[in-house]
């Protein structure tokens, strides 16, 4: 695809190969698009290097005109933040996680005799919520562990001091095997229960360490009073804890909250913000100010924390900062957490600053570049009189030996740099003998030929390397495909780099600084060299056909099993007769020494 806009075409060059969530936005600055990816760069860029079969996504790749990303700690959290972002902002083009469904959550419910179990609805109801979990398989893991490990009741029952008193429930199959401790029918007290509620969070939580420390307490403890049995039940709880190493995090406890950092570098401030809503990152926004005036970072905290709230509709009491702000405002509070899940919101932001910052540093060399090659092209332009920039190049150069073996090299600058996918090279069919001049007549004819087969995009201007005859055999090719006119086309003779145009009696000579004969010099090399390195290749391939692909009655199978073994011409010439007979046989052994003894 062609971009349509050099800041989307930087935008895309300078993404960050981290995971995390990008933005797809249209020339009204609205998401149209919300995906997520394990490495942005390649994730985004593949949008745009190749046509798309489907036809939503050609439609939706050809509305861009923005990209915006958020950088993320792993490939998971990159799921989380997509789900919560699609359903904000509801794009155009997302359909999956558009609906109600999300990803699952283990919740500990509020209620006497919690119980434990998995939900896709997150109520604000006191419960406390685990996850979510971005693999059902992993939640359903941890839910059997806990389950093997504690007797959690899986009943509904509505199991109130009132109730139990009234005798109205009866023990069911679980407390017969095991599996409940029968609290329905005052088996188990409340306090008992609970303490086990304790447990089962700390293993929700990922502090399996404290868990597997307070359990061999336990265990000691049952092996000191010599309850054997219960000290191995024990044990076997441990075991099972090691086994399962995993993390989740209590997203209940985060209260609704914004996140802003700030970083100074050198006359400007690079800051971030996000807004926090349930637990999750709904918004998240990177930007620059500059520092024309010495601002202290309270001044530009005072000024953009106001208009960023209002900017993202966030009314959360509760701002985390990174810098300790020596000033309060009526409205929030500012926090500067040095531990916990707060710190760690706080480290995704400043991941974000910092991945913006060196965005923007990539932008500036990449703009810089851009006009360097933008006054290269218009210097080219200029030169040679073309009426196009000419954002696409071509050079062609010749190569035989003694008239053997001719072939011709094509290689292609696409805004003054080799575009070494587009190179192409010719193996000359319709030229005997060393003829120069026909040869560039034949690939001129076949390349350009294809491209107008193919519907395919003609260069803005087309070298060949030599002088007078190879320009006019070039001009030829392109008469005869009514393209003489369309395709700008010179000549540059080796000796005093003299530029010859189609039609003109004296060559001109460009100044030996100039940047346009820089670039077609270095096309005319690339050429030379591409062209070469195939010459060489059909030459040493000739060879070998010379030397044993042309006996009678040998094929290419025997040829590759007599080179695997003996690797050159000179060891199956001197290989052992038996050697031969072995590997190929004897009929074809007498083939080859009788045409080795016609050689010598």
Not at 3 to 19: A, F, G, I, Q, T
Not at 492 to 508: S, T
Not at 509 to 536: A, P
């Amino acid at each position: 695809m062609n971009l349509e806009s050099d800041d989307l075409h930087n935008s895309l060059k300078v993404l960050p190969s981290s995971p995390g969530i990008y933005k797809f936005l249209n020339k009204s600055g609205e998401i149209i698009y919300i995906g997520k990816a394990k490495n942005l760069k390649k994730r985004v860029q593949s949008y745009f290097s190749k046509n798309s079969s489907n036809f939503k996504t050609s439609v939706l790749v050809k509305s861009i005109r923005g990209v915006e990303h958020v950088v993320v700690g792993s490939e998971t959290d990159a799921l989380l933040l997509e789900n919560n972002l699609i359903k904000s902002h509801q794009p155009k083009y997302n359909v999956l996680l558009k609906d109600d469904k999300t990803y699952p959550w283990i919740v500990i419910k509020n209620e006497p005799f919690p119980r434990i179990f998995s939900t896709r609805k997150k109520i604000n109801d006191g419960s406390i919520y685990f996850g979510p979990y971005t693999s059902v398989r992993q939640m359903n893991v941890l839910l059997n562990l806990i389950y093997e490990i504690y007797p959690i009741r899986s009943c509904k029952l509505e199991l109130t001091e009132d109730k139990i008193k009234e005798q109205k429930y009866s023990i069911c199959l679980d407390f017969h095997i095991g599996k409940c401790k029968g609290p329905c029918e005052q088996k188990q007290s409340e306090n008992a229960y609970n303490e086990i509620i304790e447990e089962t969070k700390l293993l929700l939580g990922g502090k399996t360490k404290s868990l597997s420390t307070l359990l061999e307490t336990r265990m000691y403890k049952f092996a000191q009073n010599y309850e054997f049995e219960q000290a191995e039940r024990v044990k076997k709880s441990i075991g099972s804890i090691k086994r399962y190493n995993a993390k989740s995090i209590i997203v209940s406890n985060l209260k609704d909250l914004d996140v802003f950092t700030i970083l100074k570098k050198e006359n400007t401030f690079y800051l971030n913000f996000m807004v926090i809503k349930e637990g999750s990152v709904v918004y998240a926004y990177s930007n620059k100010v500059k520092d024309q005036l010495n601002k202290s970072p309270e001044e530009i905290c005072s000024v953009q924390v106001d208009y960023l709230k209002e900017k993202f509709s966030s009314n959360n009491k509760i701002v985390l900062v990174n810098e300790k702000l020596n000033f309060e405002h009526p409205n929030y509070r500012f926090e500067q957490p040095q531990i916990g899940a707060k710190k760690e919101l706080i480290d995704l932001s400043l991941k974000n600053v910092n991945a913006f910052i060196l965005n923007q540093r990539k932008k500036a060399i990449l703009q810089t570049e851009n006009s360097n090659e933008k006054r290269i092209l218009e210097t080219i332009q200029k030169d040679f009189k073309l009426k196009h920039l000419p954002v696409h190049m071509e050079c062609f150069d010749n190569s035989n030996f003694q008239g053997s073996f001719p072939v011709s090299a094509c290689v292609v600058f696409k805004n003054g740099k080799p575009s070494k996918k587009d190179y192409r090279h010719f193996n000359v069919k319709t030229v005997e003998g060393p003829d120069d001049f026909a040869t560039m007549t034949e690939v001129i004819y076949r390349r350009y030929k294809r491209l107008v087969d193919e519907k395919k995009t003609l260069p803005q201007l087309v070298i060949v390397d030599g002088g007078k005859g190879q320009l006019s055999a070039a001009v030829t090719a392109l008469e005869s495909l009514n393209l003489r006119g369309e395709i700008p086309i010179v000549g540059i003779a080796k000796r005093l780099e003299e530029i010859f145009f189609p039609g003109d009696r004296f060559p001109i000579y460009l100044d030996k600084r100039s940047e346009s004969l820089k670039v077609i010099q270095f096309m005319r090399n690339e050429s030379h060299r591409f062209g070469i390195e195939h010459h060489r290749n059909r030459r040493s391939n000739g060879a070998l056909q010379t030397a044993i692909d042309v006996i009678p009655g040998i094929g290419p199978k025997t040829v590759t099993l007599l080179f695997n073994q003996f690797k050159t011409i000179e060891g199956i010439k001197s290989a052992e007769e038996s050697a031969l007979i072995e590997i190929i046989g004897k009929h074809k052994t007498l083939l080859v020494q009788k045409h080795f003894k016609k050689t010598v």
